[in-house]
C-alpha cells in the first residue's frame, strides 16, 4: 500500500475482497464523461468485463468489452455509429458488513488505442477499525499520499499523516496501536 495493479483482474480481486473482515465486498462501477454517457449494466464474463452504456444526447446503447488480464478492449456503438468514443470507468466497492470502502482511479478506454494503458492505481479508501465503543476510521488518499485516522466514540481531533502501512493481519494489535495515536491527537 499504496498498490498499483499489474492487471484489472487484480484491482477486481481487491475489491471483492473487505481486508478487514475478509467479506466478499459489494463491486459497483461508474462510467464517464459525465452527462454523456450512461452505465446501464455490467458483468464479468470469466476475463471479460462488459461495460453496457447508453450516450444520453444521441439515445444509443454503447457496449465495452475488456479483457481483465491484457487489458485489450473493444468498444461497440449500436446503430452503426462511428465507433470512435473516449470513455473511463472506476470501481467502487463497500464492504456489507464493516462498510469499509475503496475507490479505483480512472481507467481510460481511449479509442486510438484499444488497450488500456497507464497505471491502475488506488484512489481512495476507507478502513474502519473497531473494538467496543472505539471506532478509528482511515481515510486513504493516495494520490495524495495522506491518511486521514478519525476516532468515533473516543476524544481527539482527526490527525492527518502521510500514509503508514499498518498491518491489517492483526487487528487487535493494530487497534492498540491506533490508540496511541489519540495522544497525538
Ligand atoms: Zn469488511
Redesign the pocket.
Known amino acids: 500500500m499504496p498498490q498499483v495493479f499489474s492487471s484489472l483482474k487484480e484491482l477486481i480481486d481487491y475489491c471483492y475482497l ?1 481486508p ?2 475478509n ?1 466478499r465486498r459489494m463491486l459497483d462501477i461508474s462510467i464517464g464523461p459525465d452527462n454523456e454517457l450512461e452505465l446501464s449494466s455490467f458483468k464479468i464474463d470469466q476475463n471479460d468485463l462488459i461495460l453496457n452504456g447508453w450516450l444520453t444526447r444521441e439515445q444509443i446503447g454503447t457496449k465495452s468489452t475488456v479483457n481483465l488480464l491484457t487489458g485489450d478492449f473493444e468498444t461497440l456503438i449500436y446503430g452503426g455509429f462511428d465507433a470512435k468514443y473516449d470513455l473511463y470507468f472506476y470501481f467502487y466497492a463497500k ?1 456489507p ?2 462498510q ?1 470502502s475503496f475507490n479505483s482511479c480512472d481507467i481510460n478506454l481511449y479509442h486510438f488505442d484499444k488497450r488500456i494503458e497507464g497505471p491502475l492505481d488506488m484512489d481512495q479508501e476507507t478502513r474502519y477499525v473497531s473494538k467496543g465503543e472505539i471506532t478509528f476510521s482511515l481515510d486513504y488518499d493516495y494520490p495524495n499520499n495522506k491518511l486521514t485516522i478519525g476516532f468515533l466514540g473516543a476524544k481527539g481531533k482527526d490527525l492527518v499523516l502521510p500514509i503508514i502501512d499498518f498491518d491489517f493481519s492483526d487487528l487487535d494489535k493494530l487497534f492498540l496501536r491506533l490508540k496511541t495515536f489519540i495522544l497525538f491527537s
Open positions: 473487505c478487514i473482515c467479506e464492504c458488513r464493516c469499509s
